[in-house]
């Protein structure tokens, strides 16, 4: 069974993609994770994300940085957001996702393009979302539990551009497959939302 798990920044994608994982045994890839590795190793090389030698070169990044927990940062998503607009970066990430959702198996994979490029033939795609209010609370309480001194106007600032970007892009812009569910996270606690994600796949399978 592959699970596609689409939706914007801190919409609570990951986290159902995780519950989802774990309530069916199955192995789970966050490809932010992919995006923001590539995103880091250009600025460690002193390149720039935006432009696109430079960030087609970071995807040779070195494998041990997908556990490194400097990608967890704001800036870290926010390279990510600017390499992923690039199709030749978008191409060399393809490969490795297509082969982690086509275990035997099954998977659960969670980003932006899962269900409409990664994993069309996906059994169960859910498009999870959240206002964009909700969305930046989200963030800045995450932030602030890490220590992170950041006004709340910056954080919305920011989920807002990095929703126009991915949703504007013209490779694999962040959009609803047509035959995904909508999960709208907004008044949804964790485990209410989980519980939901799990209703909605088990009507698909
Ligand atoms: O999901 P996360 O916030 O970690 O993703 C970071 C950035 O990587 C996104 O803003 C998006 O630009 C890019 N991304 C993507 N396609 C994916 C996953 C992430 O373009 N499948």
Do not use: N
Not at 57 to 64: K, L, Y
């Amino acid at each position: 069974m592959i699970i596609a798990v689409d939706g914007p920044a801190a919409s609570g994608k990951g986290t159902i993609a995780r519950a989802l994982a774990r309530h069916y045994g199955l192995p789970h890839l966050d490809t932010g994770l992919l995006y923001r590795a590539v995103g880091v190793s250009v600025e460690r090389a002193g390149g720039d994300p935006a432009d696109p030698a430079d960030a087609l070169a970071g995807c040779d990044f070195d494998p041990a940085l997908l556990g490194d927990p400097a990608l967890k940062t704001e800036s870290a998503g926010r390279a990510a957001s600017l390499v992923s607009v690039h199709p030749p970066v978008r191409a060399a990430l393809l490969d490795r996702q297509r082969a982690f959702a086509g275990q035997p198996g099954g998977a659960v994979l969670d980003g932006r393009d899962i269900g409409t490029v990664i994993a069309p033939q996906a059994d169960a795609k859910l498009f999870v979302t959240a206002s964009s209010r909700v969305r930046a609370e989200r963030r800045f309480h995450e932030l602030e539990r890490m220590g992170a001194d950041v006004p709340f106007e910056a954080v919305m600032a920011d989920i807002i551009a990095r929703d126009q970007r991915d949703a504007g892009r013209s490779t694999a812009p962040l959009r609803q497959a047509d035959d995904a569910d909508l999960l709208d996270t907004s008044d949804l606690g964790i485990d209410a939302a989980v519980q939901r994600a799990i209703s909605l796949v088990e009507a698909r399978t």
